[in-house]
């Protein structure tokens, strides 16, 4: 019995011991490595306070409550309800898996399943919001930083008229070029952020997704039915 009664704290001790270890091993974040992994974040969210796209801005996100950041208008109603804070664990658990957080929430990134970059873009948020973020590195996929404005376009590719004829659409350009597009195959688009069209000067751009060949980007949507002309 004595026996006994000595190994228990013993084996109590190697316990605590072996989880002091553990604590110890967990990810440290480094801030620069989180920049360069913000890279594959760029396309849909900003670093610049004021610039929201497809995402909010996250700028500002540490310590903020969850749905709750200025000029956003599009979070889902699953987000807005839930009580969450963003802070390193409640971070850590949605970039792991966001659905897994907070179900219904409309947010189509699969997650990040290695634990030690998680912990490098929780520390490269952390130090955007105390403005000590290291830049993040430039080249790569499309971000708010390498967005072009729309109102530097020559005219080519400025908008002068668009004629809609049985399934097409006739675009024609300030340059004085007609282009036709298969009607499913042009999409209408509106921009009112700085780098967006001047009003009333919508331009033609690339598009290269679900079959599309060109996007029309307008300034506001009423301009949209204003310019189309149905003729044949």
């Known amino acids: 019995m004595g026996r006994g009664l000595f190994v228990l704290p013993s084996l109590g001790g190697a316990i605590l011991g072996a989880t002091a270890l553990v604590a110890v091993a967990l990810p440290i974040g480094d801030a620069s490595r989180g920049a360069a992994l913000f890279r594959q974040c760029a396309p849909c969210h900003a670093v610049e306070g004021s610039l929201h796209l497809t995402g909010p801005s996250l700028a500002n996100v540490w310590g903020r409550r969850a749905g ?19 802070t390193e664990p409640t971070l850590d658990r949605w970039l792991e898996n966001p659905l897994g957080l907070v179900a219904g929430n409309v947010m189509t990134f699969p997650g990040v399943k290695d634990p030690q970059q998680r912990t ?113």
């Open 68 to 86: 709750t950041i200025d000029g956003f208008t599009r979070y889902s109603q699953a987000l807005k309800d839930s009580t969450l804070t963003w």
């Open 120 to 232: 490098d873009l929780i520390a490269y948020l952390k130090a955007l919001a105390t403005g000590q973020a290291p830049p993040a590195p430039s080249g790569g996929m499309m971000g708010a930083s390498s967005r072009v404005d729309l109102k530097t376009l020559g005219k080519e590719r400025r908008v002068k008229s668009i004629r809609y004829c049985g399934d097409g659409y006739h675009v024609t350009t300030e340059a004085g070029a007609t282009l036709p597009f298969w009607e499913f195959n042009l999409r209408f688009k509106t921009d009112s952020s700085p780098s967006g069209p001047a009003p009333g000067a919508p331009v033609l751009v690339r598009a290269g997704m679900q079959g599309d060949r060109a996007s029309i980007v307008f300034s506001a949507p009423e301009e949209i039915a204003r310019i189309i002309e149905r003729k044949c």
